[in-house]
């Protein structure tokens, strides 16, 4: 446990800096008020690493680390927002945008949206790479909530917060590459769902317009995550 937690230095952007030793490189950044850019990262759910979006580089590696999953170390140079860092941000986010249907002005989350505000805040003003949007469907059975696969961007974060934090298991991921896409059970309707309890947490933590409440206006489609950090300082007082 003591070498768990053992006070690491490192520098970040050339700062010094002090860290638990099992943080990782996106706790002490954020601790240090460093801009890092994250999708499928939301605090109080298991990380995965995933989306890619906040990739830094660490000296001494050619390759660029999910700062969400690498944990720090003695020594360590960490930049999070060189030129090169910044291209291949964008690059993934225009692949995000190009695989599925994110038109903004029809979305239910318009003004409300991580991957909106992501592209804002980045700078992504087109995207070269040729638009894919296969048909995906939308499932509105569910009494309170409907899902539209076509915002869909598989953070997993419904996926994780349904089996982490509600314990329910409803969400999974079936198939690959472009034909991926979350399900409820055995992939049969949401509204046939035998797991789920309704709760809507999976729809308060997803980052775009792919889950959403039946019956609210756009504006009024604000997600609240607030019960999240609290459920992990929750946990980590447990353990
Ligand atoms: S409403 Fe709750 S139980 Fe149902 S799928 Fe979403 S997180 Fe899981
Ligand atoms: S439905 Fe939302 S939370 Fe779930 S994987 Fe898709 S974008 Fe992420």
């Given amino acids: 446990m003591a070498s768990r937690t053992k006070v690491k230095t490192l520098t970040i952007d050339g700062k010094r800096v002090g860290a ?47 700062s969400c999953v690498t944990q720090v170390y003695e020594g360590m140079e960490v930049h999070t927002d060189s030129e090169r860092i910044q291209n291949y941000r964008k690059k993934i986010l225009q692949l995000i945008f190009s695989e599925r249907n994110h038109v903004c002005s029809v ?9 909106q505000d992501t592209a804002q805040k980045l700078g992504m003003d087109h995207v070269e790479y040729p638009y894919l ?4 469907e939308v499932d509105a059975t569910h009494d309170r909530f409907a899902v539209d696969h076509n915002r869909c961007i598989m953070c997993t974060r419904c996926v994780r917060v349904c089996e982490g934090v509600e314990g329910a298991y409803t969400w999974d991921i079936a198939n690959r590459g472009i034909n991926a896409k979350v399900i409820t059970d055995l992939n049969q309707d949401w509204g046939d769902s035998e797991t789920c309890t309704s709760c809507g947490k999976c729809v308060q933590v997803c980052p775009t317009g792919a889950l959403f409440e039946k019956g609210k206006a756009v504006a009024e489609m604000k997600k609240t995550r607030q019960f999240l950090p609290y459920l992990s300082v929750m946990r980590e007082e447990e353990e």
Avoid: W
């Avoid at 298991?46 to 660029?64: F, H, Q």
């Avoid at 979305?107 to 991957?115: A, H, K, P, T």
């Avoid at 949007?133 to 995906?136: A, G, N, Q, R, S």
């Fill in 20 to 66: 638990r030793g099992d943080a990782t490189i996106l706790e002490v950044a954020r601790e240090h008020d460093v801009y890092i850019p994250t999708l499928c990262f939301l605090e109080g759910l298991r990380p995965n690493g995933g989306c890619r979006m906040c990739i830094v580089e660490i000296e001494g590696s050619n390759k660029l680390q999910p």
């Fill in 133 to 136: 949007y296969p048909h995906m």
């Fill in 107 to 115: 979305c239910v989350s318009n003004g409300n949206c991580e991957l």
